[in-house]
Structures are given as structure tokens and as C-alpha cells.
């Protein structure tokens, strides 16, 4: 490991700490049955390592030779690891095949900084012993220190497919493949490394916490860190992880307190000077952000992102005239323009200056650092005086830039959407739902924009994934109705009935409840449900609607007429109560009052399924 760390020479400074301090500890103890020696997956891993939970890694109960160390006691010293190494020997005389005796022998080995020699008797131990975890641990151990990295990754893998929750072979693989640059990998392996671990146990914690920063995944980063960083913890980088995490996830106040602890720590830290400056101005302490950035800068003379924090400071004061000054010295140092112009349009948006905003991002569009979300803005934007062509326009000129931005498609399948052009936006959102798959604001305009098209088993099938990953009330609902109008009536009244159970008097439930059980030809109980849904919300014109349609088909006519005439007077506009409440007042003999529904009726919508039937329906009345 040495020899890593001497190629290590940009890497964090905590991470190379948290590697050496990573280091095999001899662990003996004695029990009834045999002697058990691990290698703690806790001692110096920080300055918290008195809560650490050493794990014993090799159980010795019935293993070859393990009788000659029961009545053994461990010794840190010199002494100790002669005596230990000696009776390691004598049973290899006596017993050759003893993988117990070569793995004390090499974690002798180790501690005598013979790393050679540890490495040889830890493949031998493998080699007798290829099912017992602990030898391929330790001999992963000793190859990261002889940079060996590749035998020690599958080494340590080995380690885990025999003890798949080591906790020290998970922290091992995970620091590997952090300094290797697979986070994900190490993201993986330092979460299962953390398992079983105290609350206040800290460990690889602050490894862990900065990797899942690097993936913005800051509210893991909190919940895994604020238990383990106290206030007056003496470790600045696990502060300004956890500060990090804190400003993202929209804690500015607690941020500023780990920030300020940090800086007690390491005053001197330029980047931990800027957090904090950055926590103050979201916990609006502008002045105190303003002192605190100047003073970085009296340091720092040419360091742009200063310059830009400053500049951020200023505007939120609405001091323009010196931000302005600001971002010319901010580009003199190197700042790119792109990054001066959206210090402009975030000023702008906030104070509604919409005209300058648009001018803003054309520039920052035209001048080819754009990003998916500035298409989408500049798309409101627009909407705002354009209308939807100009939105519309805009988005498309998005997808030209980023065809493989699922927010973009989605954006644009929804203005399409609402301009009715259901047959593009479907496209749209077909593209944005296999882009973005377990979106659920996607999955559903995708599936609302199905249905539109006739597409009802496909707008089932999305209802059914908003579903599965939120079996909600509201996403229940959601799904039912599109069971529902695919005539899936039986799986639809499932659903309805269990949201009814935990929710009796859901009116959305009830009324359509009511109208499956009417498809299924069950009037009885139709009716049972839209007569609930009515006493709970009287007078409402489609529940209404509903119960007077049921009691039209049991042939209660004069009922039906009742509510479906009221119905059809409260809701003008709607031709599908104005076709029923005709057909109800045809049916009690009021020609004329049937007459004036049918015409209606039809106004609203010609091409209706129903439409034929009215036009019949009227010829006869005239």
C-alpha cells in the first residue's frame, strides 16, 4: 500500500488517511471451543474508532491444527508475534496442511512489514483453504499494499462470496474502486461496508458520503452522515461533506453550522471558505456571505468561482452596478462568458424581468453552451407572448440540440398535448417514457395522451407502472380508470373497492364504481354506489348524471328524468348529459323538452358514438 500511496499525488487527503489507517489488526481470543483472529474492521479508521465493532473473520473450530492455539493469548509486541510465529511453525511440522497456521504466519509476517512473505502464506492458506473468507481478506489486504490492485480486487470478491457481509472485505473493495474512479462500484461496496455499524460509528462513512455528493445524491449523504458528524467532531472533511449535502438538500442553516466548524478546523481551506460564504447567502446572511467571499478574495485574487459567489452575493443585495464589476473581473481571471450570462438570467427570472431573461438565454443558446433546461425556460418564456406554436417551436429546436433528453421529449409531448395534437405528442412521450422510465409525471401524460388516441390497452399498461411503483390512492385511481375505459371493469372494481375500503366516501371511487358495475350489467349495485356518491356531494350534475342513467336502464323513468334534468341544466356545455337527459325526457313522453337536449346535444359534438342515435331520436320527435 505503500508504494500506492506513493502514485497517489491529486487524491483527497482523508481518502489516503482512510486507506493506511485500513490496516490488519491481530485480534486472538480464546473460547471453549477455538481461537478466533480477524482483522477489525475499525481500529484507526478515524477519530471516532473507539465505536468501531471489530469482526472476527476466522473461526478455527474445527480447522487443522486450530487445538495448538487455544490456550494461546494475543501479544502486540515483539515477543508476542515470535511466540505466536513459533507455535504457527511447529504445527506446519506436524500438520503441513494447515491453512490456520499459515495465515497466522502471514499476519505475523504482515505486522513485521514483510509483505512478500505475508502475501506467500495467505495464497497458501487459499490454496488449503479456498472456502474460508478471512486468508483471501488478509491476502487482498497485503496486495493493495504491495499495489498489486488487480490480484487484491479479486482477492477481497473472493473474500465476499463466502462472506458476502464482511464488513471489512465491502470497506476494502469499496476504497479500491473509489481510487480506481468506479464509484458506483464503490458506492456499492462501502454501503454494505457500513452495515451493521453503530449510528455514531463514522468509518468510511466520509467516503461514502463524498461519493454519493459526486452522483448529487445529497439526501443519502445526510441521512447516512448527520447521526456520525457532530458539531464538534474534529474531522473538517467530514464536515464539508455533510455541509455540502446539507446546502443541496435545502438546509442552508445547518450547512453554515458544519461549514464554520470546518473552517475552525483547517482556517486556511479556500473551498471550505467559499461553502461557507455560499451557506450564508442561502441562509440569507448577506452581509456576513459579503465579508466572508471579500476576505477569500483578499487571498484568492484570481480564483473565478469566487468571483462568480460574490457576484451571486451582490445581485441578491440587488447591489447590479457592482456585480456587474464583479463578473468583468470574474471573466478577466478565466470564467467563462456562459457562466457570467446565467449569473444575468437568474437575476432576471427572479425579478420577473422576462424580456431580458429571453435575451439571456438566446445568448447563452446561440453561444452553444446550452443545456436541455434552458430549451424548456426559454419555451415558458415564450408561451408567455407566443402562445403554444412559439413554445412548441422552441422545444423542437431542444430536442434538435439534445435528442436524448427525456425531460425535453416529455416537455414537448405535453405542449403538443395541450395544443390537441395527440398523435405527435404520443410520439413525444413514447420517446420520453423509455428515456426516462420510471418517471412518473412521464408515465402518466404518456398514458392520458393513449387514451386520447383510443390507445386504451397501452395507457393501461403505463397506469399499471405508475402503479407498482407508487400503490397510492391517487395513483390506485389513476390506474382503475384506465383499466376502466379498456373495459377491464372486473380488475378496475378491485381497485375501487380497496380504495373505498380506506377511504368510504371518495367520491371519484364511487361514481366510478358505480358506472363499472352498470358495464357489468349488476344495476343493483350501481345503483347502491351512485346513490352513496349523490348524499355525500348532492347536486353535483356527472354524479347525477351517473344514477339517473343507471335508473334509466332499470326503466325508472320518471326518476331518471328527474336528476338527468337537472343534471343537464347545471351542465350546459356537456353533450353526453344533454344525450341522457334526452333520452329520459323522450321516454316520459316530454317531446319538446327531448327535443331541446337531442339539439344540444349534437351541437356539442357531432361525431359523438351516440351521435347517429340522436339524429334518429330527433327525426321521430319532429
Same mark, same amino acid.
Given at each position: 500500500?505503500?508504494?500506492?500511496?506513493?502514485?497517489?499525488?491529486?487524491?483527497?487527503?482523508?481518502?489516503?488517511l482512510?486507506?493506511?489507517?485500513?490496516?490488519?489488526?491481530l485480534?486472538?481470543?480464546?473460547?471453549?471451543?477455538?481461537?478466533?483472529?480477524g482483522?477489525?474492521?475499525?481500529?484507526?479508521?478515524?477519530?471516532?474508532s473507539?465505536?468501531?465493532?471489530?469482526? *472476527?473473520?476466522?473461526?478455527a473450530?474445527?480447522?487443522?491444527?486450530a487445538?495448538?492455539f487455544?490456550?494461546?493469548?494475543?501479544?502486540?509486541g515483539e515477543?508476542?508475534?515470535? !511466540?505466536?510465529?513459533?507455535?504457527?511453525?511447529?504445527?506446519l511440522?506436524?500438520?503441513p496442511r494447515? =491453512?490456520?497456521?499459515h495465515?497466522?504466519? =502471514?499476519?505475523v509476517?504482515?505486522?513485521q512489514?514483510?509483505?512478500i512473505?505475508?502475501?506467500?502464506?495467505?495464497?497458501?492458506a487459499?490454496?488449503?483453504?479456498?472456502?474460508?473468507?478471512?486468508?483471501?481478506? #488478509?491476502?487482498?489486504?497485503?496486495q493493495?499494499?504491495?499495489?498489486?490492485?488487480a490480484l487484491?480486487?479479486?482477492a477481497?470478491?473472493?473474500a465476499?462470496?463466502?462472506q458476502?457481509?464482511?464488513?471489512?472485505a465491502?470497506?476494502?473493495? =469499496?476504497?479500491?474502486?473509489?481510487?480506481?474512479?468506479e464509484?458506483?462500484?464503490?458506492?456499492?461496496?462501502?454501503?454494505? =461496508?457500513?452495515?451493521?455499524?453503530?449510528s455514531?460509528?463514522?468509518?468510511?462513512?466520509?467516503?461514502?458520503?463524498?461519493?454519493l455528493?459526486?452522483?448529487?445524491?445529497?439526501?443519502?449523504?445526510?441521512?447516512?452522515l448527520?447521526?456520525?458528524v457532530a458539531?464538534?467532531s474534529?474531522? *473538517?472533511?467530514?464536515?464539508?461533506?455533510?455541509?455540502t449535502?446539507?446546502l443541496?438538500?435545502g438546509d442552508?442553516?445547518?450547512?453554515?453550522?458544519?461549514?464554520?466548524?470546518?473552517?475552525?478546523?483547517?482556517?486556511?481551506?479556500?473551498?471550505?471558505?467559499?461553502g461557507?460564504?455560499?451557506?450564508?447567502? !442561502?441562509a440569507?446572511?448577506?452581509?456576513?456571505?459579503?465579508?466572508?467571499?471579500?476576505a477569500?478574495?483578499?487571498?484568492?485574487?484570481?480564483?473565478?468561482?469566487?468571483?462568480l459567489?460574490k457576484?451571486?452575493?451582490l445581485l441578491a443585495?440587488?447591489?447590479?452596478?457592482?456585480?456587474?464589476?464583479?463578473?468583468?473581473?470574474?471573466l478577466?481571471?478565466?470564467?467563462?462568458?456562459?457562466?457570467v450570462?446565467?449569473?444575468?438570467?437568474?437575476?432576471?427570472?427572479?425579478? #420577473?424581468?422576462?424580456?431580458e431573461?429571453?435575451?439571456?438565454l438566446n445568448?447563452?443558446?446561440?453561444?452553444?453552451?446550452?443545456?436541455?433546461?434552458?430549451y424548456?425556460?426559454?419555451?415558458?418564456l415564450t408561451r408567455?407572448d407566443?402562445?403554444?406554436?412559439?413554445s412548441?417551436?422552441?422545444l423542437?429546436?431542444?430536442i !434538435?440540440?439534445? *435528442?436524448?433528453?427525456g425531460?425535453?421529449?416529455?416537455r414537448?409531448?405535453s405542449?403538443?398535448?395541450?395544443?390537441?395534437d395527440?398523435?405527435?405528442?404520443e410520439?413525444?412521450?413514447?420517446i420520453?417514457?423509455k428515456?426516462?422510465?420510471n418517471?412518473?409525471?412521464?408515465?402518466?401524460?404518456?398514458?392520458?395522451?393513449l387514451?386520447?388516441?383510443g390507445?386504451?390497452?397501452?395507457?393501461?399498461e403505463?397506469?399499471?407502472k405508475?402503479? #407498482?411503483q407508487?400503490p397510492e390512492?391517487?395513483?390506485?385511481?389513476f390506474?382503475?380508470?384506465?383499466?376502466?375505459?379498456?373495459?377491464?371493469n372486473?380488475?378496475?372494481?378491485?381497485?375501487?373497492?380497496?380504495?373505498?375500503k380506506?377511504?368510504?366516501?371518495?367520491?371519484?371511487?364511487?361514481?366510478?364504481?358505480?358506472t363499472?358495475?352498470?358495464?357489468?350489467g349488476?344495476?343493483?349495485?350501481?345503483?347502491?354506489f351512485?346513490?352513496?356518491?349523490?348524499?355525500v356531494?348532492?347536486?353535483?350534475?356527472?354524479?347525477?348524471?351517473?344514477l339517473?342513467?343507471?335508473?334509466?336502464q332499470?326503466k325508472?323513468?320518471?326518476?331518471?328524468a328527474?336528476?338527468?334534468?337537472?343534471?343537464?341544466?347545471?351542465a350546459?356545455?356537456?353533450a353526453?348529459?344533454q344525450y341522457?337527459?334526452g333520452?329520459?325526457?323522450?321516454?316520459?313522453?316530454?317531446q319538446?323538452?327531448?327535443?331541446a337536449?337531442?339539439?344540444?346535444?349534437?351541437?356539442?359534438?357531432?361525431k359523438?358514438?351516440?351521435?347517429?342515435?340522436?339524429?334518429?331520436?330527433?327525426?321521430s320527435?319532429?
Amino acid at each position: 500500500m505503500k508504494r500506492l500511496m506513493k502514485q497517489v499525488n491529486t487524491y483527497s487527503k482523508f481518502f489516503l488517511l482512510t486507506i493506511l489507517s485500513l490496516t490488519l489488526s491481530l485480534v486472538l481470543v480464546v473460547t471453549v471451543q477455538a481461537a478466533i483472529m480477524g482483522i477489525g474492521s475499525g481500529a484507526g479508521l478515524s477519530d471516532d474508532s473507539a465505536n468501531a465493532t471489530p469482526e *472476527p473473520i476466522i473461526d478455527a473450530a474445527g480447522r487443522l491444527g486450530a487445538e495448538e492455539f487455544k490456550d494461546l493469548s494475543a501479544s502486540f509486541g515483539e515477543a508476542g508475534m515470535e !511466540k505466536l510465529a513459533a507455535r504457527a511453525t511447529a504445527v506446519l511440522k506436524k500438520q503441513p496442511r494447515s =491453512g490456520l497456521a499459515h495465515e497466522i504466519l =502471514g499476519t505475523v509476517a504482515y505486522y513485521q512489514s514483510e509483505f512478500i512473505e505475508a502475501e506467500k502464506h495467505f495464497n497458501k492458506a487459499t490454496q488449503l483453504e479456498p472456502a474460508q473468507a478471512g486468508p483471501w481478506l #488478509k491476502l487482498g489486504i497485503v496486495q493493495m499494499e504491495l499495489n498489486k490492485l488487480a490480484l487484491a480486487e479479486s482477492a477481497l470478491l473472493k473474500a465476499l462470496k463466502y462472506q458476502p457481509q464482511n464488513r471489512v472485505a465491502n470497506q476494502r473493495l =469499496g476504497l479500491l474502486y473509489e481510487y480506481n474512479g468506479e464509484v458506483d462500484k464503490a458506492i456499492t461496496h462501502l454501503t454494505n =461496508g457500513m452495515q451493521g455499524t453503530r449510528s455514531d460509528y463514522l468509518g468510511v462513512a466520509v467516503n461514502l458520503g463524498r461519493l454519493l455528493n459526486s452522483k448529487q445524491r445529497y439526501g443519502q449523504t445526510v441521512f447516512l452522515l448527520q447521526p456520525r458528524v457532530a458539531l464538534d467532531s474534529s474531522l *473538517p472533511e467530514a464536515h464539508t461533506i455533510l455541509a455540502t449535502a446539507l446546502l443541496q438538500n435545502g438546509d442552508a442553516k445547518t450547512a453554515e453550522q458544519h461549514f464554520a466548524q470546518a473552517l475552525n478546523l483547517e482556517p486556511d481551506n479556500a473551498t471550505t471558505h467559499l461553502g461557507y460564504a455560499i451557506s450564508l447567502r !442561502k441562509a440569507d446572511k448577506l452581509s456576513a456571505a459579503e465579508k466572508v467571499i471579500n476576505a477569500l478574495l483578499a487571498k484568492e485574487s484570481k480564483w473565478g468561482v469566487a468571483y462568480l459567489e460574490k457576484a451571486d452575493i451582490l445581485l441578491a443585495q440587488d447591489k447590479l452596478t457592482e456585480a456587474r464589476k464583479t463578473l468583468d473581473l470574474a471573466l478577466k481571471v478565466g470564467v467563462k462568458q456562459e457562466s457570467v450570462d446565467r449569473r444575468y438570467l437568474n437575476y432576471h427570472l427572479a425579478h #420577473k424581468n422576462f424580456v431580458e431573461a429571453k435575451t439571456a438565454l438566446n445568448k447563452i443558446i446561440a453561444s452553444g453552451a446550452s443545456i436541455p433546461n434552458d430549451y424548456v425556460r426559454l419555451s415558458e418564456l415564450t408561451r408567455a407572448d407566443g402562445g403554444l406554436a412559439g413554445s412548441i417551436s422552441v422545444l423542437e429546436n431542444g430536442i !434538435k440540440a439534445f *435528442p436524448e433528453s427525456g425531460f425535453l421529449q416529455f416537455r414537448y409531448g405535453s405542449e403538443l398535448a395541450a395544443n390537441r395534437d395527440y398523435k405527435e405528442a404520443e410520439s413525444a412521450l413514447a420517446i420520453a417514457s423509455k428515456l426516462l422510465p420510471n418517471d412518473l409525471a412521464v408515465l402518466r401524460a404518456y398514458s392520458l395522451t393513449l387514451a386520447k388516441n383510443g390507445n386504451m390497452q397501452t395507457a393501461a399498461e403505463a397506469a399499471e407502472k405508475i402503479y #407498482k411503483q407508487k400503490p397510492e390512492k391517487a395513483e390506485a385511481l389513476f390506474y382503475a380508470t384506465r383499466l376502466q375505459a379498456n373495459t377491464q371493469n372486473k380488475e378496475a372494481i378491485a381497485l375501487y373497492e380497496n380504495i373505498l375500503k380506506a377511504d368510504e366516501n371518495n367520491i371519484v371511487a364511487l361514481n366510478n364504481i358505480a358506472t363499472a358495475f352498470a358495464d357489468e350489467g349488476d344495476l343493483q349495485q350501481a345503483e347502491a354506489f351512485a346513490s352513496k356518491a349523490n348524499k355525500v356531494l348532492p347536486g353535483n350534475a356527472q354524479l347525477q348524471d351517473t344514477l339517473g342513467w343507471i335508473l334509466f336502464q332499470q326503466k325508472r323513468y320518471k326518476d331518471s328524468a328527474e336528476l338527468l334534468s337537472a343534471a343537464a341544466d347545471s351542465a350546459k356545455d356537456n353533450a353526453k348529459i344533454q344525450y341522457h337527459a334526452g333520452k329520459a325526457l323522450e321516454a316520459v313522453g316530454d317531446q319538446r323538452a327531448a327535443s331541446a337536449a337531442f339539439s344540444r346535444a349534437l351541437e356539442l359534438d357531432s361525431k359523438a358514438e351516440w351521435a347517429d342515435d340522436v339524429r334518429v331520436a330527433l327525426e321521430s320527435l319532429h
